[in-house]
Nanobody
Framework: QVQLVESGGGLVQAGGSLRLSCADSGRTPSSSAMGWFRQAPGKEREFVAAIDWSGDSTYYADSLKGRFTISRDNAKNTVYLQMNDLKAEDTAVYYC?????????????????????????WGKGTLVIVST
């Protein structure tokens, strides 16, 4: 059974950095596209970043390019989200997602919301709070 477990969230000051991790258990080796989404209080869930199974292709929300970096270590079945220069508006619950399509990262990062969120697995989320 697939289980996505996020970690690395917490409280950080504006301008600081955090690295989130998502461990993908239940499948070895990982052959899924992986992604990060977030949901701020009172707002809808939004796409953050995605990466294909090989790590060769990555996709980002336009507003986050340059500050966030997604990567993966398939040997550890883990995907990471490095977040730099954090801002108060980055405060949210961050969710890891996995799609059985190994090249599904472009769909997560694509323009069609119905497809973007139609991933196969979700983690339970990790809370990031950015203080000013």
């Amino acid at each position: 059974q697939v289980q996505l477990v996020e970690s690395g969230g917490g409280l950080v000051q504006a301008g600081g950095s955090l690295r989130l991790s998502c461990a993908d258990s239940g499948r070895t080796p990982s052959s899924s596209a992986m992604g990060w989404f977030r949901q701020a209080p009172g707002k809808e869930r939004e796409f953050v970043a995605a990466i294909d199974w090989s790590g060769d292709s990555t996709y980002y929300a336009d507003s986050l390019k340059g500050r966030f970096t997604i990567s993966r270590d398939n040997a550890k079945n883990t995907v990471y989200l490095q977040m730099n220069d954090l801002k108060a508006e980055d405060t949210a619950v961050y969710y890891c997602a996995a799609d059985n399509d190994p090249f599904g990262a472009h769909i997560m990062g694509g323009p069609t919301p119905a497809l973007r969120y139609a991933v196969d697995y979700w983690g339970k989320g990790t809370l990031v709070i950015v203080s000013t």
